[in-house]
């Protein structure tokens, strides 16, 4: 069965610098692997997501995620965090293999703090 | 294009009550998901309904249970309500099946329980 790990409940950085949140699956088969993001009060908003195609992914603002094989990860990164990056990050597996289930599995999430 | 619609926003209940939470996906769409997201417990896999029949569900007691209507919409029914159902509950729907499948999300209902 797939699952998903979040290494980290809550990251803090300072605005400008480098974002790493970090992301372990397992799967039984070649898995599909996103990003949402979950601002206060708002839904869920995908950011990226792996479908196979290309090992690095970019997703919506300045977001990217390398899909490593060999260390069953997939950690989302950003170059140079602004404020409004502040949120909450979840790595999603999907458990859809063929159709069969189709329903997504959500890490615990990660909290994004931004400092100015 | 309207995206993912959820009402009510907010719900207060007693305890023992029902509760019925409703869903509007993005046109086109025929794929309905309902999860829960607890404090303390992250997002949890409630339903999965496509083409008005229930695909899967999640580890959740009989009392969670729903139905997706001919127009796509769908309902989540929790019965007997206990303390620990508060949470927000987030729908989502999709217009494909597979691996892929990306799920767009609605905003939530916040479920109280008193």
């Known amino acids: 069965a797939q699952s998903v790990t979040q290494l980290d409940s809550h990251v803090s950085v300072s605005e400008g610098t480098p974002v790493l949140l970090r992301c372990n699956y397992s799967s039984s088969y070649s898995p599909s692997l996103f990003w949402y993001v979950q601002h206060p009060n708002k839904g869920l908003q995908l950011l990226l997501k792996y479908t196979s195609a290309a090992t690095l992914v970019k997703g919506i603002n300045g977001f990217e995620a390398e899909f490593k094989k060999s260390e069953t990860s997939f950690h989302l990164t950003k170059p140079s965090a602004h404020m409004s990056d502040a949120a909450e990050y979840f790595c999603v597996v999907s458990d859809g293999y063929g159709g069969a289930t189709n329903k997504l599995i959500f890490g615990t999430g990660t909290l994004l703090a931004v400092q100015p | 294009e309207a995206g993912v619609t959820q009402s009510p926003t907010h719900l207060i209940k007693t305890r023992g009550q029902q509760a019925t939470l409703r869903c509007s996906p993005i046109?086109?769409?025929?794929?309905v998901y309902w999860y829960q997201q607890a404090l303390g417990l992250g997002l949890q896999f409630l339903l999965w309904?496509?083409?008005?029949?229930?695909?899967n569900r999640g580890n959740f007691p009989p009392r969670f249970s729903g139905r997706q209507f001919p127009n796509y919409s769908s309902e989540l029914n929790v019965n007997a309500l206990e303390l620990e159902d508060s949470a927000l509950y987030l729908c989502?729907?999709?217009?494909?099946?597979?691996?892929?499948?990306?799920?767009?999300f609605g905003q939530g209902t916040r479920l109280t329980v008193v």
């Open positions: 989502a729907s999709s217009g494909e099946t597979g691996v892929n499948t990306e799920a767009f």
């Open positions: 309904y496509d083409e008005g029949e229930e695909r």
């Open positions: 046109s086109g769409h025929t794929s």
